[in-house]
């Protein structure tokens, strides 16, 4: 089975800084990730997407990942931040496999919160 | 095109009763996924239809039942309410059953008193 973790609940960040919001998973097989974001009443946003080639993964609104097999991480990031960014992310994993069948399994989100 | 659409955007509800959720998928999409997503936790996975047939399912109780329709449009019943339902409910609408390009709706807010 999959499990994602995702190791800070907030994160406070002040505006223009950088921020990295942590994720690991686990699996047995191989697997795609996934970054949402999901802004007050809304639903899930893409923000990014692993599936294969190149480990460093560039998203929307700046962000970008890093997929790290060995440390079983997918950690955000972004070098500056804007208010607008205030949200909730997420941290999901589907598996590859050819069953046709793949759910994703999220993380329990992190709130970022940037102030001025 | 248009996006995914869900209906009610809230919904309040006693103990016991029974609900319907509706979802709309995006244009060209025929499989629908449906998530819970409780006060402060990640979305979980409640089952997925593809071309009109339950494809998967997650860790749910039968009370949680679907349906998608021939125009690829969904529905989400739950039986016999109880407040632990109390949840934001997600629609995801995708072309096939992967989850490379998955679309989400904004969700209807469930609560049951």
């Known amino acids: 089975a999959q499990s994602v973790t995702q190791l800070d609940s907030q994160v406070p960040v002040f505006e223009e800084a950088p921020v990295e919001l942590r994720c690991n998973y686990s699996?047995?097989?191989?697997?795609?990730l996934f970054w949402y974001v999901q802004y007050p009443n809304q639903g899930l946003q893409l923000l990014l997407k692993?599936?294969?080639?190149?480990?460093l993964v560039k998203g929307i609104n700046g962000f970008e990942a890093e997929f790290n097999k060995s440390q079983t991480s997918f950690h955000l990031r972004k070098p500056s931040v804007h208010i607008s960014d205030t949200a909730e992310y997420f941290c999901a994993v589907s598996d590859r496999g050819n069953t046709g069948f793949q759910k994703l399994v999220f993380g329990t989100g992190t709130r970022l919160l940037v102030s001025p | 095109e248009t996006g995914v659409t869900q209906s009610p955007t809230h919904l309040i509800k006693t103990r016991g009763q029974q609900v319907t959720l509706r979802c709309s998928s995006q244009s060209g999409h025929n499989t629908v996924s449906w998530y819970q997503q409780a006060l402060g936790q990640g979305p979980q996975f409640i089952f997925q239809?593809?071309?009109?047939?339950?494809?998967g399912r997650g860790n749910f109780p039968p009370r949680f039942s679907g349906l998608q329709f021939p125009n690829y449009s969904s529905e989400l019943n739950v039986n016999a309410l109880e407040l632990d339902d109390s949840a934001l409910y997600l629609c995801?609408?995708?072309?096939?059953?992967?989850?490379?390009?998955?679309?989400f709706g904004s969700g209807t807010q469930l609560s049951v008193l």
């Open positions: 995801a609408s995708s072309q096939g059953r992967g989850n490379e390009k998955l679309f």
């Open positions: 239809y593809y071309r009109e047939e339950e494809n």
């Open positions: 699996s047995s097989v191989s697997v795609y």
């Open positions: 692993y599936l294969s080639g190149s480990t």
